[in-house]
């Protein structure tokens, strides 16, 4: 009954993002009444088999308590966290009063409880319940057990989120070393507890510790999986992110260009995962040239700076495309359009991809020369998604190669040059100024098309990245803003009081 429960909430958000919004409504409302019938009538029949087991074994029989944890189990999957604590509750005394407390029929019932008090986010008492299931597993089973693992992995999220990071490490470790010790250290359980112990140690600003927990990952994943597996492919991003964190952006940025050969194979042409990893390289690009500044002059600032552009353009292009699909397109039951959940994370992408463009922008008025623009090499594969065009090109005093996609090279010399992107959908792009990314950040607010993901499920990164670039630019510029600029900015502000972000 409760597999039938899971099976129906996923068939409704799949049959979701397939019909149109008005036939979508009928569905869903078609959906939501079936799927609560059988709900009604699954309680019904868990109440019921409650109540035979009072009355044919007695209150307090363990029947009985097997019972109410099958009835606590169906509230705490319904939401109704305040019923089923109840229900487990009752259960666990029952059971201990018929097995002993370190009886494992009391351990699972408490391990059910503590589970409820996690998602309902009462940290405290959700720790004592894995604590006390910790203690018989380990009388019944032995510290070496496998299954003991999971309960220690579960108290060591408890502790990590109360900020008892020792505790929690500590556990994680161990439970690590038992699984490797069982030969089950490149198993999807013990690469899932390295994973958490690298958020732990991250989190700290431990990243040389972390680095190590990484490497370890994406050798198990490379071993037992291959290049081919997104598994492998976002462990060898985690591990880049932390290898910039430690200022080794050679092999960070091998990893996001292996990372990114990896996703076209196995990813369609313009999935929003692609975009992910062109966002991560241009940022790479950025710290890049920061770390190189005592060192640098123009010319490598320029390059740094037009690789980032580069990327960051591939990546608007992609997000872009993800939420520019037709309405028409989204209503065929077979199409191949982007559905709400790639809709949600194409714009979260692309809010990390605006405040990249603004901190570009940023980076180029300070560190070039005045009038000194960027140079970007146009690939010829991004030819088939549209076209480029020159608008003006002004001669200045040094000849600098310009590479068209050709064999053959226009020699510009440069202070003002505009590249325009024209994409399949046929709306211009051109965005390489903050006042570009800030007139983007305002309309996916003001469109209701885009305004619900701003407005409900990327809120805190919408705010965030708005936040963090207004900042920046207020910082950096105080008193040399345009009117254009200071406009922006104004209506940005509104924008984040709006959404409550004003004290953030």
């Known amino acids: 009954m409760l597999l039938l429960y899971n099976r129906l909430k996923m068939d409704q958000w799949s049959q979701m993002n397939t019909w149109s919004n008005g036939e979508s409504s009928r569905i869903t409302d078609e959906i939501f009444s079936k799927k609560q019938r059988q709900l009604d009538k699954a309680e019904k029949l868990f109440q019921a088999a409650l109540l035979e087991a009072k009355e044919g074994f007695g209150l307090r029989d363990p029947h009985v308590a097997s019972a109410l944890n099958n009835l606590a189990e169906f509230y705490r999957i319904k939401k109704e966290y305040e019923k089923a604590e109840l229900l487990y509750l009752e259960s666990i005394e029952i059971l201990e009063e018929s097995f002993g407390s370190n009886d494992m029929r009391v351990a699972t019932s408490l391990l059910s409880l503590g589970m409820c008090y996690h998602l ?196 608007i292009r992609i997000t872009e495309g993800i939420l520019n699909t037709s309405n028409l397109d989204q209503n065929k039951l077979n199409s191949t359009s982007a559905t709400y959940g790639e809709k949600v994370l194409a714009t979260a992408t692309l809010l990390e991809a605006l405040e990249v463009v603004g901190l570009i922008d940023i980076a180029a008025k300070h560190l070039l020369a005045p009038g000194l623009v960027l140079l970007l090499r146009l690939p010829l594969e991004q030819l088939k998604h549209g076209f480029f065009k020159i608008d003006s090109v002004h001669i200045w005093d040094t000849s600098r ?104």
């Not at 999986?225 to 932390?242: C, D, F, P, R, V």
């Not at 964190?245 to 042409?269: D, G, T």
């Not at 053959?408 to 100024?433: A, C, E, M, P, W």
């Not at 910082?475 to 984040?496: S, W």
Request: include cysteine; aromatic fraction near 8%.
């Open 120 to 315: 309902q986010r009462k940290f405290a008492q959700a720790q004592t319940c894995y604590e006390r299931t910790l203690k018989i597993e380990e009388h019944v089973m032995g510290v070496g057990h496998p299954e003991y693992t999971s309960t220690m992995f579960l108290l060591a999220k408890v502790l990590s989120v109360q900020g008892k990071n020792r505790g929690a490490e500590s556990l994680i470790e161990e439970s690590i070393r038992i699984l490797e010790e069982a030969g089950l250290g490149k198993s999807p359980g013990c690469i899932q507890r390295m994973k958490f112990l690298c958020t732990v140690l991250i989190k700290s600003k431990r990243f040389a510790e972390a680095e190590i927990w990484q490497r370890k990952i994406l050798h198990a994943l490379e071993l037992s999986k291959g290049w081919n597996s997104l598994y492998t492919i976002h462990a060898a991003e985690a591990l880049s992110s932390t290898l910039q964190a430690l200022e080794k952006f050679k092999e960070s940025e091998e990893l996001l260009e292996r990372s990114l050969a990896a996703k076209k194979k196995v990813l369609p042409e313009g999935h929003f995962l692609l975009a992910v990893t062109l966002v991560h390289l241009a940022r790479l690009a950025l710290n890049k040239m920061v770390s190189d500044l005592k060192n640098a002059n123009s010319d490598v600032a320029t390059y740094y700076l037009a690789r980032a552009q580069q990327h960051i353009n591939e990546s």
């Open 401 to 504: 190669p310009f590479i068209w996609p050709s064999t053959n090279l226009i020699y510009v010399r440069y202070t003002t040059l505009r590249i325009h992107y024209k994409n399949k959908f046929g709306k211009q792009q051109d965005y390489i100024s903050i006042e570009d990314a800030l007139h983007k950040y305002i309309s996916l607010y003001r469109k209701p098309d885009t305004r619900r993901f701003v407005t409900k499920i990327v809120k805190q990164d919408y705010l965030r990245c708005l936040g963090e670039l207004t900042k920046t630019v207020e910082y950096h510029f105080p008193t040399q803003q345009t009117t254009e600029l200071q406009e922006l900015l104004v209506e940005a502000r509104q924008i984040i009081e709006e959404l409550g972000g004003g004290s953030k």
